[in-house]
């Protein structure tokens, strides 16, 4: 695979004298890739069924004739005005019960039929007039499901759509849906909660107090195979004329939709890495954390989401958007230290990426990202990250080509755990995603390189270690799967607390295959209750209280109650640990297994491909390594 670099332009935005002075200056920079289109609608069809294609033809053939791979994106984000005038109820209705409003963008409900039709003949539009465009090299399908927190919809369409899905999932022989198996399901029983009909089922916003967990983790589930249908309905349409590939741009710290099912649509999953944007509401760490990265990012997020949407991605992965400069949309917005934008483009190479495109091309002088950064400033002088992409063009152009390499050890990622964690945290501010990314950093901190895989894995054929931590349901045949791998496995906490609709499985949980153990209760822990551990660390936020049969004692608090048992390859962590508790208990379960392992620095991060090891300095001190010297907001490179 060889690596590319690209970015995000807005042809529409600019005079038409401009374009092939841009075009000629991303061919000149070293650029392979740039995607359009994906806000244009307003300008592709400025009346209902008046269309204007000339000027997306016009940037096509200058892009393209410059040498330029363009990745066409689908508008779908942005539903022009006209259309609320034709569809008022298509817009996405909050939790409160409040439609969103037009005016900015992804105002629309996943739901809303009519709303779906015009996507599928805008769609339609572009893939029929493009698809065989030589230019257009990948498609992209919408931007950025469910940003701004719109994956889920409560309006009278989500509503009617939920009852017809509900009725789906609750019916067999030709039964159309049976109440009374979701009555039972759901324990309904309690709180007089139960049903005579799928139509008297309404969405689990505004009720009194919290809705019955079962029903929110229903309409969680619904919610995401709405995105999933909505995406598949674009490829369909877009494969229907198109041999290219198709994408989609997730986001960081999005998980309420799942990602993997929207993936199996596609050939290739990409990103927008935003290091700075996500480090102060979305990392989760303490403010000296934050304050010693504020220019650099942390060093574990965008690594954690490399993985994530390369598993996603099965293998092909970008990142569509790469932060370039200060964005405009985070609590503080500082400028990244000098080299972060070469060193984020070559973590995400040595992730595995087969792209890294920047966003944007040019700062916009108007409306909502007018303070956010691009390869050149406004008035199209180049900005600090034209030249640190230049120096990422020379290098990538006389780089190898690269292979992915299977990591020793994984860490499955659940979307249905997150949204079961969600509806039932136990404790203020737990969430599964900030569990499994302490349990990542900890790995990375041993140097590490870490897989991460989808809950529909089987196969766990050279994974040495694999982490279960937090996933609430676990299907029997994944604990089979397990327990007969050759992978020593670490399960807990909450690992498959509840079966498929929220309920204790019955003679309580996890009941894992060849490892007789009990929760039997539960607690979750204020962040100054800490209970320390017997040989380090602590266990906070949350604990369980376990029962063994046959099973050995590994690790107790100092007070002496069981935090870590084991049987044979499996492993049950009965509680959520501090960065030193996990680092404690996984590195003795690490060296068990012989893998070769360090204490890095909190800026020092380890990635292999399979010729290469990079190092990769968040820090702003060279830091030494094997004896090898990774100079401060760099990376180096030594073959393996
Ligand atoms: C992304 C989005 C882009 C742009 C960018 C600004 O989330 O996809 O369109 O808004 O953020 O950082």
């Known amino acids: 695979m060889k690596r590319t670099i690209g970015t995000c332009y807005y042809p529409e935005h600019w005079p038409r004298e401009i374009w092939e002075q841009d075009a000629e200056r991303m061919a000149?920079?070293?650029?392979?890739?740039?995607?359009?289109?994906?806000?244009?609608?307003?300008?592709?069809?400025?009346?209902?069924?008046?269309?204007?294609?000339?000027?997306?033809?016009?940037?096509?053939?200058?892009?393209?004739?410059?040498?330029?791979?363009?990745?066409?994106g689908t508008p779908t984000a942005t539903p022009p005005r006209w259309m609320i005038d034709r569809y008022p109820d298509m817009l996405a209705v909050d939790k409160e019960g409040r439609p969103r409003k037009f005016g900015s963008r992804r105002?629309?409900?996943?739901?809303?039929?009519?709303?779906?039709?015009?996507?599928?003949?805008?769609?339609?539009?572009?893939?029929?007039?493009?698809?065989?465009?030589?230019?257009?090299?990948?498609?992209?399908?919408?931007?950025?499901?469910?940003?701004?927190?719109?994956?889920?919809?409560?309006?009278?369409?989500a509503r009617r759509s939920f009852q017809l899905w509900l009725r789906k999932q609750f019916s067999n022989n030709g039964n159309a849906g049976d109440i009374a198996a979701l009555n039972a399901a759901w324990g309904n029983v309690f709180w007089s909660m139960d049903y005579d009909d799928f139509d008297q089922i309404d969405l689990p916003n505004l009720t009194v107090t919290e809705p019955n967990p079962a029903h929110s983790l229903a309409f969680r589930r619904f919610?995401?195979?709405?995105?999933?249908?909505?995406?598949?309905?674009?490829v369909d349409i877009i494969r229907s004329f198109s041999d290219a590939p198709i994408a989609h741009n997730y986001m960081g710290g999005v998980t309420d939709f799942d990602h993997f099912k929207v993936g199996q649509d596609?050939?290739?999953?990409?990103?927008?890495?935003?290091?700075?944007?996500?480090?102060?509401?979305?990392?989760?760490?303490?403010?000296?954390?934050?304050?010693?990265?504020?220019?650099?990012?942390?060093?574990?997020?965008?690594?954690f989401h490399h993985d994530l949407y390369r598993a996603v991605g099965r293998g092909r992965w970008w990142v569509m958007e790469q932060q370039p400069g200060p964005v405009n949309w985070a609590p503080f917005n500082p400028v990244p230290l000098p080299g972060m934008v070469r060193l984020w483009t070559w973590e995400a190479f040595a992730h595995g990426a087969e792209a890294v495109c920047y966003f944007r091309w040019r700062q916009a002088p108007m409306a909502q990202e007018q303070m956010h950064a691009g390869l050149l400033r406004?008035?199209?002088?180049?900005?600090?990250?034209?030249?640190?992409?230049?120096?990422?063009?020379?290098?990538?152009?006389?780089?190898?080509?690269?292979?992915?390499?299977?990591?020793p050890v994984a860490i499955m990622f659940d979307y249905n755990a997150d949204f079961a964690w969600n509806i039932q945290p136990h404790g203020r501010g737990l969430t599964y995603l900030s569990l499994i990314f302490d349990i990542y950093r900890a790995l990375r901190q041993m140097g590490l390189s870490i897989d991460i895989l989808s809950p529909e894995t089987r196969d766990f054929d050279g994974y040495k270690l694999v982490v279960m931590s937090g996933m609430m349901h676990v299907p029997e045949?994944?604990?089979?799967?397990?327990?007969?791998?050759?992978?020593?496995?670490?399960?807990?906490?909450?690992?498959?607390?509840?079966?498929?609709?929220?309920?204790?499985p019955d003679g309580l949980p996890p009941q894992l295959v060849d490892f007789d153990i009990k929760i039997t209760s539960?607690?979750?822990?204020?962040?100054?209750?800490?209970?320390?551990?017997?040989?380090?660390?602590?266990c906070c936020h949350y604990r369980e209280d376990i029962e063994i049969n046959d099973a050995e004692t590994l690790e107790t608090t100092k007070d002496g109650t069981r935090i870590v048992v084991a049987r044979g390859k499996q492993v049950?962590?009965?509680?959520?640990?501090?960065?030193?508790?996990?680092?404690?208990?996984l590195r003795k379960q690490c060296q068990n297994l012989g893998l070769d392992l360090y204490d890095l620095p909190s800026g020092l991060r380890c990635r292999d491909t399979l010729t290469e090891r990079f190092w990769i300095n968040y820090d702003t001190l060279d830091h030494t390594i094997d004896g090898l010297t990774v100079p401060a907001l760099s990376y180096s490179v030594q073959p393996i």
């Open 378 to 407: 406004p008035d199209s002088v180049e900005a600090p990250a034209f030249a640190e992409a230049r120096h990422v063009a020379q290098e990538i152009a006389s780089a190898p080509d690269v292979s992915i390499k299977q990591a």
């Open 28 to 72: 000149d920079l070293g650029l392979t890739w740039v995607r359009i289109g994906e806000f244009a609608w307003s300008r592709l069809e400025p009346q209902p069924g008046q269309y204007d294609f000339d000027w997306l033809d016009d940037a096509i053939r200058i892009l393209g004739t410059a040498g330029l791979k363009v990745v066409l």
């Open 477 to 504: 045949d994944l604990k089979q799967a397990l327990s007969q791998s050759d992978a020593r496995v670490i399960w807990g906490p909450r690992s498959a607390a509840r079966d498929t609709h929220m309920s204790l």
């Open 223 to 234: 919610s995401s195979d709405q995105v999933v249908a909505f995406n598949k309905l674009q």
């Open 522 to 538: 539960v607690e979750s822990l204020r962040p100054s209750l800490g209970i320390e551990l017997e040989h380090g660390g602590k």
């Open 107 to 157: 105002h629309y409900c996943f739901s809303h039929e009519g709303y779906k039709s015009e996507c599928a003949r805008i769609v339609r539009e572009l893939a029929n007039r493009y698809g065989n465009n030589p230019y257009v090299a990948a498609w992209q399908t919408d931007n950025e499901y469910g940003c701004h927190d719109t994956t889920v919809s409560y309006s009278a369409a």
């Open 266 to 303: 596609l050939e290739i999953s990409s990103w927008d890495s935003y290091p700075l944007g996500f480090l102060e509401d979305r990392v989760g760490q303490d403010d000296s954390h934050v304050t010693h990265f504020a220019r650099q990012g942390d060093p574990d997020y965008q690594a």
């Open 572 to 585: 049950y962590v009965a509680g959520w640990l501090d960065q030193d508790g996990w680092m404690q208990i």
